[in-house]
């Protein structure tokens, strides 16, 4: 896969950053984005609702629980609770993948981790989808992204500790990951203020 | 011709509850008929006879749905929660709380239950005389009304199936943050309101009213 995988959102009147604060939008996004990745990968895959909805009511508060209410802190805030929805989609997995398709080769990502990938692909859709629409923003994703040995360590990793997901999604999108605490925005706000020529990446 | 007096506006849940409870006692009695009877190894005329009976008691159940069908009339959105003053008010809400309860158990994978609508309605008169505040605070009081005494009062599950812990709190929450978050659509969000309300089931087990309260205002946008 050349192009990461793409994600045509659900139409909502609202803005995207309060539609996919709503459990039923949510949803249909995260359907779409499983549908989409399933008609170009052959893959398929079967969605927990009930485990999902835990993941979302964890996630908001979560987003609550942190939010700093700082108009100045808006974007690095955007990145960084869609990273913490990857941590909580893979620390509860609401999908399963079916078996793989006849000819799929394992040394590709979404076939070598198959609910991993669907998950990683939607967060970092969804992120670019906001800052798209908040801040005119393009995202592109880094190298790494295209990258197995990546994809093995982030597999590894996220099993031991799903906090370092946040992470992996840090080098995926080009933001400067953050290790040691990754699920803390104040340690991310921090280390910002500590190293300036890191914050253009955050901010 | 001396002009008639206007008749009293018919109460038509008890009657309705009626009707309802005894299609739930025929069509379960139907269903317990069919388990115990081994009715493929009995003689004649007994096989013959339990047919009949069968085939009568849902012809009963039947009718006695009919008639509830044909009482349900009226507007079928329940009253904006800030406003319980609206017209017709508790009868909206006791008709759309029943119709809410019985989506969500079934979205909790209910086989079949009996809910009161009358017992829906005396909530709504106990919850709206006590609560006097905000939507978020009437939501709550009625949350408390509608489980003591319960307004459920049966739910059938499936063979083998084990219930969802906390399932009466759970739809009835869910009911409610769906009419709370949208009165004219709360149909259509009860399967997100019914999912969201099981991921809070630790929150609602031992929730009073100001903390129910809390909930219901940090969910209602959310569904």
Not at chain 1, 39 to 62: C, I
Request: glycine share 6%; net charge negative; charged share 25%.
């Amino acid at each position: 896969m050349s192009d990461a995988p793409e994600l045509h959102l659900p139409a909502t009147s609202e803005p995207l950053r309060v539609a996919i604060r709503r459990l039923r939008w949510f949803r249909q996004a995260f359907a779409r984005q499983l549908d989409e990745l399933a008609a170009e990968t052959g893959l398929s895959f079967a969605v927990d609702d009930r485990r999902l909805a835990q993941v979302f009511v964890a996630w908001l508060r979560d987003v609550d629980a942190q939010n700093p209410h700082d108009p100045g802190q808006r974007r690095a805030y955007f990145d960084f609770v869609s990273a913490l929805m990857l941590r909580n989609l893979l620390r509860d997995m609401p999908l399963e993948a079916g078996p793989l398709p006849p000819g799929a080769d394992p040394s590709r990502a979404e076939y070598f981790w198959p609910e991993g990938f669907a998950c990683t692909v939607f967060c970092l859709n969804v992120r670019a989808a906001v800052l798209e629409q908040e801040f005119d923003a393009e995202t592109s994703l880094t190298p790494e992204f295209f990258s197995l040995r990546q994809w093995w360590s982030f597999r590894e990793n996220a099993a031991s500790d799903p906090n370092t997901a946040m992470g992996f999604f840090d080098v995926f999108a080009g933001n400067n990951p953050e290790w040691k605490l990754p699920d803390s925005f104040r340690q991310r706000l921090n280390r910002s203020l500590a190293a300036p020529e890191a914050q253009g990446r955050l901010g | 011709m001396p002009s008639r007096l206007p008749l009293p506006p018919i109460d038509a849940a008890p009657i309705k509850d009626v009707a309802r409870s005894l299609r739930f006692a025929v069509e379960q009695g139907g269903r317990s008929l069919k388990k115990g009877l081994p009715l493929e190894a009995l003689p004649e005329p007994a096989a013959r006879l339990a047919d009949a009976a069968l085939a009568t008691a849902r012809r009963l159940g039947d009718r006695a749905g009919s008639l509830a069908h044909v009482l349900l009339d009226g507007d079928d959105t329940p009253p904006p929660l800030s406003h319980p003053e609206e017209a017709e008010a508790e009868a909206r809400f006791a008709a759309a709380a029943h119709d809410g309860l019985r989506a969500a158990l079934k979205r909790l994978g209910a086989e079949s239950c009996l809910v009161g609508e009358a017992a829906a309605a005396a909530a709504w008169r106990r919850a709206t005389r006590a609560s006097g505040g905000s939507d978020g605070a009437t939501a709550a009081a009625l949350y408390l009304a509608l489980l003591d005494p319960p307004a459920i009062r049966e739910v059938v599950w499936p063979e083998g199936a084990t219930p969802p812990a906390e399932a009466g709190r759970v739809v009835v929450f869910a009911v409610l943050l769906a009419m709370l978050a949208d009165p004219a659509g709360y149909r259509d969000l009860i399967p997100a309101a019914t999912d969201l309300a099981l991921a809070l089931a630790g929150d609602l087990s031992a929730a009073d009213a100001p903390a129910l309260h809390a909930l219901f205002d940090e969910f209602r946008n959310h569904v």
